[in-house]
């Protein structure tokens, strides 16, 4: 075969696979969007069919020959089709390093771990999740082991989310960032401050809070020609193509809130996705290099943007007209202050800015000891009761409040958790940046005007898709490497004004 | 391998076939209900990918091999595994005899023929359609030849709709219902009759009609928790499993039966595909034996119960709550006028039960005409609207209202249509039946406990699945062969004494 021929047919056996994949994607979205509840049980099987359909597609030797081939040629490619064929052996590789026999046996042990899980967090009893923990424990030791890693087993966990990190740098950034975000937590806490949050305390329409969410959607410039909203349990972001990017949220009638930055959230995953080059569809190159960046668009949109006062300014009318006669004496101010109330709590998932990277810290240091081999299983509660008190000085009441609180471990994701941070840090990064290039941008955005913000992003992060890897692009972009300080000014620039503590510099966003 | 290992293994790879299978249906459905609109381009390739991955693995040796096997052991098969192997080495052998690139082809063809449709039709512009049905044409006497027949190339086609029927059984069938149905039709034209359908030129609420069809789903019988029903633009039922069957309908504020009857229509059809038996699952025994008999189950719930007297003696009462003040003087007779009036029209989609047959058997006659090559497709238009002339007599004002009405053919379907009408045939011989077997059936149905007819067509029909030929499951039910005169009987005794006509026998459902 010509060259020609060859990646001809390497991209159509690809693009197979991309279209089960994202067929996989739309049985999993119908499940938590549509499905009956007694459709349950088909929908395992068929998930369970057509990923392991897809799995032997894109690791068919058939698969390898190309790659080989294409390897070989990899000097008469194109630059796109060259980085596609190096993003698809590193993939290749990757999951052939596993045996079917191991695979199978991890998927089993995952679904009997996920059953033990909900029981377990349910009675609040550990000791019910406990040997499924061990059992997976010790099968991402070996799962390590097979992909390979040079100084930590945990780095090759880390690299199935967050490749090209190391354990080591973030032991490292970790052990910096710890410290100064608890001293700050604490300078925050110990701060007295204004604390009139009664008028949050009302019945807020749920098809109020829908159409907010749909007109925010619509401002940030997501497509809604090439996505929708539903509705579901946990808020997620799906795509099956760059022109079918789904978004979900949920409403409560106690919850202002809720919904809003659930859609602002997965409307910065969307935004990202829809943002792809349409020239990448159906290959590997319109991904995420990693969850971090992926994170760092949802976060970015959420929390820099989604929670400034000019933002509020923005809005605060819109919400006033859709919650008549709730909202009349409520500032921009107010609501400002209302979505940066600091509370450190128990549970990650309603964690706020200034204690977020906290939750993550804990579950790091116990993943990495888990996969190293020097702390047991059993010994995870009281390791993150103890953790949680000199974290956040908070009590936890029981497990299920504390270490049986994600869903994580019990699909047995390891190395996930540290993503959801690094999105935190890249964020910052990439809008301090931003700040620089663009000249009034928060003048922009007090007048909902989004498309400089968009434009910015599609240009330095959505565009290249998986051309680089996530410390590369915040490198090229910021001109710094990965790190904690501009977060940590963003922390102090924006929370020390609210709370009434002096700081040296401008406000950002306040 | 023992056979009971082949047998497991043949089980499993079948399993496979429909857990993809499956999830095409759900690629389908998502389309027409959820799909934003710039998903299209990608929907297709995952259809098409799905569709060849199902056909792949179903044609496979290796299912070739399973199949032989067991066939071999035919004898010490249980008696629905053996049934099973045989209808799987039917569909197989079917499947086999079209070479993949007649397949594609096919696909192709089908493809530039379906887009070239749908602008004959907006432009009602025949000749933008004829080069490709003289293509499709073609094909399909190719088809018949790759998949073989006795007497007549029409055969091979029927099969795979309504497998066991012949055409030459169906021209006499044909033969036989077509003047008498045209006779009985113009008698009850010609007969004078109340004329006063003015207050249906109301508008309808919308969510109003929406509750009313759930209403009367969950009182058939049709299970929430196992299906669901959705907004789509032409109404459709689907099936990811016996416990995940989903149907859609539509609404329209200047029409007050169409939502109710489509969801009456696609209920009964849904009935049947929540009615196999769950030991059946994964399996091809847990489908209809042919569309007739399918189209029979969706008949009879729409119209020998939905347009029955005794359904709109109970549910006169529940439209009058949905919308108040708009039926206060409308009784249940003149609601049971109204689902009833007789109106030769250009449409099929839109025709009542005197009138639907009767499009059927000009389309029969025409392609059957087509494949046997005594009618070229430049013919059709005057070949159409001469027999609509001769059958319902109605002037064809333009082809969009006449032969370029539906969208079969451009899909190059050919052989489908005669299921629709046999489904109305095998819905009144099933009905006569369900009467003698049900005492007091239409008191059930006038205080819509349903759970008698329900029963009834589980244990006759729901239940055999694909175990039965449709013929035999009428055979076997009714003690008479498929037939018209049930069909004829039903007619006459309901629409003549709504129309003023002295009947012999005491009307049913009336």
Redesign the interface.
Known sequence: MTMEVTLQKFKELL??VM??Q??VA??QW?EEV??????A???G??L???S??VHRTFTSEEMGRYIEELLDARDRLEPDDAVLVAETHHDYQRQRKLPPDFIERFAEARSHAYQAWVEARETSDFSVFLPHLETLVALLRQKADYIGYEDAAYDALLAGYERGMTTRRLKSLFADLGPRQSALLHRILNASHPQDFAWLRQEWNEEAQWAVTLHMLRDMGY??????QDRSVHPFTTN?????V?ITTRTHPRELFSAITGSLHEGGHALYEQGFLEKD??TLLAQAPSLGIHESQSRLWENTIGRSLPFWKHYAPLLRAHFPGQLDDVSPEAIFRAVNRVRPSLIRVEADECTYNLHIILRFEIETALIEGVMQPAEVPDAWNARMKALLDIDVPNDAHGCLQDIHWSHGEMGYFASYALGNLYAAQLFEKMLEDIPGLWNHVEHAQFQPVLTWLREKVHHVGRRKRAAEIIREVTGREPGAEAFLRYLEQKFFPLYGIPTTEAGIGA
Chains 1, 2 share one sequence.
Do not use: C, S
């Open positions: 693009g197979e279209d089960a994202a067929t739309l049985l119908d549509n499905m009956p509840p007694k459709g049980p088909a929908r099987r068929q369970a069919t057509l392991k359909w497509d809604f020609d090439a996505g929708r099956f193509d760059v022109h079918d789904r569809r159906r």
